[in-house]
């Protein structure tokens, strides 16, 4: 399992050519931590494969990813199918593209793709894009049968805007096949962070449909006390027409839901999920009325 660990200098969203000025994000009803996940599907967009993509189209395609992800202007990033240098999606390291295109001056990618095959290499992971210092960053590869190419970064930021109190967030990438897998693969979750007494936010593709949230995501509600988003969630896959709800956040009792809103960008495979969370009782503390969780779809221009 290889690990990369980088930083870039802030720098603006690069924008083609006629193509209008993304339309700046809602403002926030209560200081907090404003977060989101995508699958970015190697940057292949809606193509069948990545490989079947020169260089040029790939990077256009982050460029768009990185436009929106600008937009948004999350503190935390989770992706998953995200590239380092890979042989099937370009040779170059897509997060550090990402990092450097949409402003993000820490980042943290984890390989779980096993698969080496010399000047094949395939480079492979999740991995989590801040605006904060990313403390103690991990990466674990779930490694449970020869084809397992999933697993989750963490890491731990601390938001002045959270009052200095440090939450853990994860980026996570759950098997698309089998119910079996992906409950073993939680485990491995849960070992990892119970009691670890921070806040927690998970983050990601959890390839788990609703039908499914009694067998998988009990687990994750019993043994680490993570629960969705009361009301709000809408389908994340196939983008260009969602029927399932693949793509969750994830937070402890001690947070709470602001916002949720899932993205109408379709950007790869998946659409993004965004979310902006404040420390339980934060509003009552700060004198803000508290305003429903409610979804806004907007279109990629």
Same mark, same amino acid.
């Given at each position: 399992m290889a690990i990369t660990i980088f930083g870039r200098a802030a720098r603006g969203t690069r924008r083609r050519r006629g193509?209008?000025?993304?339309?700046?994000?809602?403002?926030?009803?209560?200081p907090g931590l404003r977060v989101l996940t995508l699958n970015v599907?190697?940057?292949?967009? @809606?193509? @069948?494969? @990545?490989?079947?993509?020169k260089e040029p189209t790939l990077r256009r395609?982050? /460029?768009?990813?990185?436009?929106?992800?600008?937009?948004?202007?999350s503190d935390v990033v989770a992706l998953?199918?995200?590239?380092?240098?890979?042989?099937?999606?370009?040779?170059?390291?897509?997060v550090e593209t990402l990092a450097r295109l949409a402003g993000f001056d820490h980042t943290f990618r984890g390989e779980h793709n096993p698969f080496s095959l010399g000047r094949l290499d395939l480079s492979s992971g999740t991995a989590l894009l801040s605006k904060l210092p990313l403390e103690a960053p991990r990466s674990h590869a779930f490694q449970q049968n020869w084809r397992d190419t999933k697993g989750f970064v963490a890491a731990t930021v601390?938001?002045?805007?959270?009052?200095?109190?440090?939450?853990?967030?994860?980026?996570?990438?759950?098997?698309?096949?089998? /119910?079996?897998v992906r409950r073993r693969q939680i485990e491995q979750l849960v070992d990892r962070f119970a009691g670890s007494g921070r806040p927690l936010a998970v983050l990601g593709d959890f390839n788990c449909e609703l039908?499914?949230?009694?067998?998988?995501?009990?687990?994750?509600?019993h043994e680490l006390r993570l629960r969705p988003v009361e009301r709000g969630g809408s389908p994340t896959f196939p983008a260009w027409r969602p029927l399932v709800r693949l793509d969750w956040i994830l937070v402890s009792p001690e947070l709470e839901f602001v916002r949720?809103?899932?993205?109408?960008?379709?950007?790869?495979?998946?659409?993004?999920?965004?979310?902006?969370?404040?420390?339980?009782?934060?509003?009552?503390?700060?004198g803000e009325d508290d305003?429903?969780?409610?979804v806004v779809r907007r279109r990629a221009h």
């Open positions: 193509e209008a000025e993304p339309a700046p994000a809602p403002a926030m009803a209560a599907a190697h940057a292949r967009r @809606q193509a @069948q494969h @990545q490989a079947l993509l395609n982050l /460029e768009a990813i990185a436009a929106v992800l600008g937009r948004e202007r998953q199918e995200a590239d380092g240098p890979s042989a099937w999606s370009g040779g170059f390291d897509h601390t938001p002045d805007a959270l009052g200095g109190t440090a939450v853990d967030v994860v980026s996570i990438h759950l098997d698309f096949l089998a /119910e079996r039908g499914e949230r009694r067998r998988s995501f009990d687990l994750l509600a949720y809103r899932t993205l109408e960008d379709r950007l790869s495979d998946h659409l993004g999920v965004v979310a902006e969370l404040r420390l339980r009782g934060a509003a009552a503390a700060t305003e429903p969780t409610r």
